[in-house]
C-alpha cells in the first residue's frame, strides 16, 4: 500500500516538474520571424546627440547594427541610384562635383544655385506637394530662418560621419545647426596703400569725426549676412557698451534708442555711412585708388584682390568682436531620393576623414576658414583664434524684423 502511494506520488512529483520546465522555456523563447530594425535614414547617421544621453532617457540602441557609412559601402550603394541633386548658395559645390565624379564614376552630380531664402521657399514648395527633389543642401542662413523654419522642421538634416566628428570645432560639432564646410564673416577692409598699418580697432572708431563719410557697406537690406552682423551687435549690446567705454572712457549716452546696439547704428548713420549695393560695390569704391575710406564687406572677398586690381585688406580682430559667423552649412535634404550619394558626397566635401581630399579645396580659399583642427587654414590668424560672436539663430530670427524697421526709417 505504502509502496503503491509512494509511487504516485514521485509520478506526480514527475509530470509537475515537466510541465514547469516546458512553461519556463516557453516564457523565455523569443520569434525567430521578428524583424530586426532597418531604419537608416539621414538622421540616424549624424552625431548630435551624444552617446551619454541616449544612456539617460533610458534609450538601447546596442541590439540594432549601425548601417555600414564607409566610403566603399556608400559607393556601392550610390551607385545603384540615380543622379544626385544639389542646390547650393554657392559656386564652389561645383568645383566640388567636378571632382567628386572623377573619384566616384558612375555617380553624375547635378548642381542647382539658388539663393538660401528663395532655395527655403522651393524646398518647403517641393516637400509639402510630396516631391522630394534634391539630395545635399548646401546654404548660408537667413537670420537664423534655415534653422527655425527648416532644421526645427525636419526639412533639412544635420549630417556628421562619427569618425569626423572629432576634428570639428565647437560649435560645429555638436552645438550648430549642422556642420559647416567653411566659415566667412562680414568685416572692416581698408586700403593697404593709403594706410601701413590696420586703422580700426574697435567698432566705435567708425563714429568718430576721422571717418565722417568715410564707411561703405553693402546694403543690409538685400544682404541677410550684413543684417546678421548689425542684429548681433543689438543682441549683444553689453559687449558694445562696453566697447564704448573702452574708446571714449565713459559710459555710453543713448539718444533716443534702446540700447547700444541701437546707438551704433545710430551714430554710423550721423557720421555719414554710404550704403552700397554689394560688397563687390564697396571694394571697388576703396580698393582701386589711395582711398581713405573703409568698407564692410565679405572676408571671402579678399581673394579677388588681383583680379580686381585691389589693394585691400579685412581687418580680422575688432572691439569687442570681430563679427559673427556666416556659415556654409551642409545638410542632407528630407528624404533625399539617393541618401547613399548624398551622405559621399558631403564626405567628399568635407575633404574624408584626414581633411586633404579634393573635395575640400574649394572651400579653403583665402578669406574663408575650414572649423576643422586638422586643416591647415590658409589665412593667418586660425579659426580657433577669431575673435566672434556666437550665431544665436533663435534670437536672429525674432530680432532681425525690429533691426531691419530701424534701418530703413534711417534710409
Not at 560645429?172 to 572692416?188: D, H, K, L, P, S
Not at 534702446?258 to 555719414?272: K, T, V
Request: aromatic residues 10%; negative net charge; charged residues 25%.
Amino acid at each position: 500500500m505504502q509502496t503503491r502511494l509512494h509511487k504516485k506520488r514521485s509520478l506526480l512529483a514527475m509530470v509537475m516538474l515537466i510541465c514547469a520546465i516546458m512553461l519556463m522555456t516557453a516564457c523565455g523563447s523569443t520569434s525567430k520571424d521578428e524583424p530586426a530594425s532597418t531604419e537608416t535614414n539621414a538622421s540616424a547617421a549624424t552625431t548630435t546627440t551624444p552617446a551619454a544621453d541616449n544612456a539617460s532617457n533610458g534609450s538601447d540602441t546596442s541590439a540594432t547594427a549601425p548601417a555600414d557609412e564607409s566610403v566603399e559601402a556608400l559607393y556601392a550603394k550610390a551607385k545603384e541610384g540615380g543622379k544626385l541633386i544639389v542646390y547650393s548658395t554657392s559656386g564652389r559645390a561645383n568645383d566640388a562635383a567636378e571632382t567628386f565624379m572623377k573619384q566616384y564614376p558612375g555617380i553624375e552630380v547635378e548642381v542647382s544655385k539658388v539663393k538660401s531664402d528663395e532655395m527655403m521657399d522651393k524646398v518647403t514648395k517641393e516637400q509639402d506637394a510630396g516631391q522630394f527633389n534634391p539630395d545635399v543642401i548646401v546654404t548660408k542662413e537667413v537670420s537664423g530662418a534655415v534653422y527655425e523654419e527648416m532644421v526645427k522642421q525636419g526639412r533639412y538634416i544635420k549630417y556628421l560621419p562619427e569618425e569626423f566628428a572629432p576634428m570639428v570645432d565647437e560649435p560645429y560639432r555638436t552645438q550648430a545647426e549642422g556642420y559647416a564646410n567653411y566659415v566667412e564673416f562680414r568685416t572692416i577692409f581698408y586700403n593697404t596703400s593709403a594706410y601701413p598699418q590696420v586703422p580700426i580697432t574697435n567698432w566705435w572708431d567708425l563714429t568718430t569725426p576721422a571717418f565722417k563719410g568715410k564707411v561703405y557697406t553693402a546694403d543690409p537690406l538685400s544682404s541677410p549676412a550684413f543684417m546678421d552682423l548689425f542684429t548681433t551687435m543689438v543682441i549683444n549690446s553689453d559687449d558694445m557698451a562696453a566697447a564704448y567705454k573702452a574708446k571714449f572712457g565713459k559710459d555710453i549716452e543713448l539718444h533716443g534708442t534702446d540700447n547700444a546696439g541701437y546707438e551704433f547704428i545710430e551714430q554710423l548713420f550721423n557720421n555719414g555711412l554710404v550704403v552700397l549695393k554689394g560688397s563687390d560695390d564697396v571694394l571697388d569704391a576703396i580698393g582701386k585708388a589711395k582711398s581713405d575710406a573703409v568698407g564692410l564687406a565679405v572676408s571671402g572677398d579678399v581673394s579677388k584682390n588681383e583680379e580686381n586690381g585691389w589693394t585691400i585688406a579685412p581687418i580680422l580682430d575688432i572691439q569687442p568682436k570681430t563679427s559673427v559667423p556666416d556659415s556654409g552649412y551642409l545638410f542632407i535634404a528630407n528624404k533625399a531620393p539617393h541618401e547613399a550619394a548624398a551622405k559621399l558626397f558631403i564626405r567628399w566635401m568635407m575633404g574624408e576623414k584626414d581633411g586633404t581630399g579634393a573635395g575640400m579645396e574649394p572651400f579653403n580659399k583665402l578669406g574663408s576658414w575650414v572649423p576643422r583642427s586638422d586643416v591647415k587654414t590658409k589665412n593667418e590668424v586660425a579659426y580657433e583664434e577669431l575673435n566672434l560672436w556666437l550665431f544665436d539663430g533663435e534670437k536672429l530670427y525674432n530680432t532681425a524684423p525690429q533691426v531691419r524697421d530701424f534701418w530703413i526709417k534711417h534710409t
